[in-house]
């Protein structure tokens, strides 16, 4: 069993920061690609960004420049760095863990950019 668990949301002025952390614990293979997500209200899931164990990054267009992802293979923990944040970065964050075929989402943490 993995469990994923998020963490560093909260709220943050426009032009702020957040350091969001991702954590996969439980006994499982090593993970191949780690990624984050977003779901702001009434709007579908989308990418905000992905590193595959190499450290291949990708980014949604929206987010290149600003947010920077990075993870700790030896504690299977992912970062996500988030600068000049915008009223429109609130949504809520998940995390995806891929593991083999099968991929683990964890709960989610709040991100609100507001003054």
């Known amino acids: 069993q993995v469990q994923v668990a998020e963490s560093g949301g909260g709220l943050v002025q426009p032009g702020g920061s957040l350091r969001l952390s991702c954590a996969a614990s439980g006994n499982h293979w090593s993970i191949n690609a780690m990624g984050w997500y977003r779901q702001a209200p009434g709007k579908q899931r989308e990418l905000v960004a992905r590193?595959?164990?190499?450290?291949?990054?990708n980014y949604a267009d929206s987010v290149k420049g600003r947010f920077t992802v990075a993870r700790d293979n030896a504690k299977n923990t992912m970062y996500l760095q988030m600068n000049s944040l915008r009223p429109e970065d609130t949504a809520v964050y998940y995390c995806?863990?891929?593991?083999?075929?099968?991929?683990?989402w964890g709960q989610g943490t709040q991100v609100t950019v507001s003054s």
């Open positions: 590193i595959t164990r190499d450290e291949s990054t």
């Open positions: 995806l863990v891929e593991i083999l075929t099968r991929t683990y």
